[in-house]
């Protein structure tokens, strides 16, 4: 099992990060990476899957059966703390795909709307058009939650700009999320058989609003991840030996409203929830399969994870709690769920299979971020950032912790988190101070009993249940310093020139 090198006292460590923020970016050496052939790369990004939800994970087999998915831990690494950036949908897809935080746009709080305009500016570099300009065929298919044009959307119009503008080649989408006022797919720039600009009565969404009554085919809620899949496969089917691909696949599994198809309902020991499981885990097989078919899987590096973590019930008659009841535990040990400040909101499952490369069946506990996608892709394709470029600004190059080359230091020396109310954490070796404060732009701030100044050792508490801040006032102080500085210079990583770290 490969160790994090956290076993120093915390102040030599909370100096070291203070240190390493101001002055590299960990790299691997080029004789590490693909140079004629570049892997084709799959990243798969399930919706609301929390870290105790895969059988790999430690979820019991008596609840929840996910062979599909644990495919990837067996032939690849399993991460014990990988982190999202947002412990919500949309902040961490925008982070993911750009390398950068979100809260350092105009996002401060929540997330996109159906009808926002493209959250990702078209001057930004993305991974999508990192591995276009690279020669790859890029498509991302699944869940969008990143808004289409300029000002509101219109859907009665082409959604421009787009993912067609920030490097995809090829986009089909559920808007926003699973059950969303759309109703409807957007295939590349445009409503999938929209019939006309006029509305049409279709009732309300399973979240109680009324539906945006678009003229045009509305989903089956129960047929989505079907529908998602098939095209994701008829992508790959298309794709040739001579030019790598890269498949953003975001699958709606298992956001609520919790919908299974007939292959999956009933299938699970813990009700709807497990069975939407279930089919998450259905739809993953698909996709391994049809890369299989390809005699593509020696060549292609993938990816599964989530967004952030899962809903976490335990009262009521919601299939969370009826989950909760039958003992799936869907964040594992971790305290909080989706939308909190704590771990179990931002620590989730991921997984890396690249054959060759990657070690079969190993663990790695290295602190790392979806942030760090963007750069450590950037490596896999020998394309370095440099200091002197505005892309992934906060993103390091985890390729390391993926390969299981030997380094000395963390490769990441903090990381940044914070939850839909604006309220900020910030990460150093065991440490995770909390600030405690909401967006100063919340009418309505939710979580309000999370908002107070918060330590924790995560080496000796990871649930989180011993607020330390009195113990430990000077740690609290110099990472409330450690956090301000971070946010000021708008970037974490000061990196000078990969190459030059390789010798």
Not at 428 to 442: A, F, H, N, R
Request: with cysteine.
């Amino acid at each position: 099992m490969m160790t994090n090198h956290r076993k120093q006292p915390w102040p030599q460590l909370l100096a070291r990060a203070l240190a390493a923020a101001l002055c590299v970016l960990p790299v691997i050496g080029a004789s590490l990476l693909v140079a004629a052939d570049r892997p084709n790369i799959v990243i798969i990004l399930a919706d609301d899957l929390g870290y105790g939800s895969l059988n790999s994970y430690d979820a019991d087999e008596s609840l929840i059966a996910t062979p599909n998915i644990d495919r990837l831990a067996k032939q690849g690494r399993r991460f014990t703390d990988a982190n999202t950036p947002s412990s919500v949908c949309s902040p961490t897809r925008y982070g993911l795909l750009t390398g950068r935080y979100d809260w350092r746009t105009n996002q401060k709080h929540g997330v996109v709307n159906t009808t926002d305009p493209l959250h990702i500016d078209t001057s930004r570099s993305t991974i999508a058009s990192l591995l276009k300009s690279a020669g790859y065929r890029t498509a991302a298919i699944g869940k969008w939650h990143l808004g289409y044009g300029t000002t509101k959307a219109d859907f009665t119009k082409p959604l421009t700009p787009g993912p067609l503008d920030i490097g995809f080649d090829y986009h089909f989408a559920v808007p926003q999320n699973h059950g969303d006022a759309s109703g409807v797919y957007v295939r590349n720039r445009q409503v999938v058989g929209l019939r006309s600009d006029r509305n049409v009565p279709v009732g309300k969404s399973p979240y109680g609003r009324d539906f945006m009554g678009l003229d045009a085919p509305q989903r089956v809620d129960e047929n989505v991840m079907d529908e998602l899949t098939t095209d994701a496969v008829r992508w790959l089917d298309k794709q040739t030996a001579d030019t790598p691909f890269f498949l953003y696949f975001a699958p709606v599994a298992i956001h609520f409203p919790y919908t299974p198809s007939a292959k999956t309902k009933g299938k699970s020991g813990t009700g709807l929830y497990g069975d939407w499981i279930h089919e998450l885990d259905q739809s993953v097989g698909r996709i391994l399969d049809a890369i299989e078919q390809m005699k593509a899987t020696e060549e292609t590096l993938v990816i599964f994870t989530s967004d952030n973590g899962g809903v976490l019930m335990t009262e009521g008659t919601r299939p969370e709690a009826e989950a909760y009841r039958a003992g799936l535990r869907c964040n594992g040990h971790l305290r909080g769920r989706k939308h909190s400040i704590y771990e179990g909101g931002f620590r989730i499952p991921f997984l890396v299979r690249w054959p060759g490369h990657v070690q079969p069946g190993s663990v790695c506990d290295e602190t790392i971020n979806l942030v760090d996608i963007y750069a450590t892709l950037a490596a896999v394709i020998d394309q370095p950032l440099r200091l002197d470029e505005d892309i992934a600004e906060d993103s390091f190059n985890v390729l390391p912790a993926m390969l299981g080359t030997l380094h000395q230091e963390p490769l990441r020396p903090s990381m940044i988190v914070h939850s839909p109310n604006g309220n900020f954490a910030i990460r150093c070796g065991p440490w995770k101070y909390i600030e405690g404060k909401p967006s100063p732009t919340l009418k309505r701030i939710p979580r309000r009993d999370e908002l107070h100044a918060q330590l924790y050792n995560l080496q000796d508490d990871p649930g989180e249940k011993h607020n330390v801040i009195n113990e430990y006032p000077d740690a609290a102080n110099r990472l409330a310093s450690l956090l301000e500085q971070l946010r000021n210079e708008g970037r974490s990583s000061t990196r000078t020139s990969q190459r030059e770290n390789t010798k």
